[in-house]
């Protein structure tokens, strides 16, 4: 069944799906793990596992809701280093 629908997708649609499928299954593995890019918190491991649940469900709609979650804690990962004052020595 899935040959069937895949002879009638272009190679963007199969890029894309494909990109949000190893999002899906990373986002989640990194929640659970409490790992992405660096430690996380709680609250960021819920976001990514959630975030895994929604591009794992083939609608476009939670695919954004997923990339958004995903998109939230990189951002918060990647202004943490900012934030912080640098070392005195």
Same mark, same amino acid.
């Not at 809701?65 to 804690?73: E, K, N, R, T």
């Given at each position: ?27 989640? $593995? ?23 649940? $929604? ?12 990339? $958004? ?21």
């Amino acid at each position: 069944m899935i040959v069937q629908g895949a002879a009638k997708a272009s190679v963007a649609d199969i890029a894309l799906v494909s990109l949000t499928a190893m999002i899906g299954v990373g986002a989640p $593995a990194g929640g659970m793990q409490g790992w992405l890019l660096k430690k996380t918190l709680a609250f960021e491991c819920w976001l990514l596992i959630i975030a895994g649940l $929604a591009l794992v469900y083939p609608q476009a709609l939670f695919d954004y809701i997923g990339i $958004a979650l995903v998109v939230v804690v990189v951002i918060q990962k990647l202004r943490k280093d900012e934030s912080r004052p640098a070392a005195v020595t």
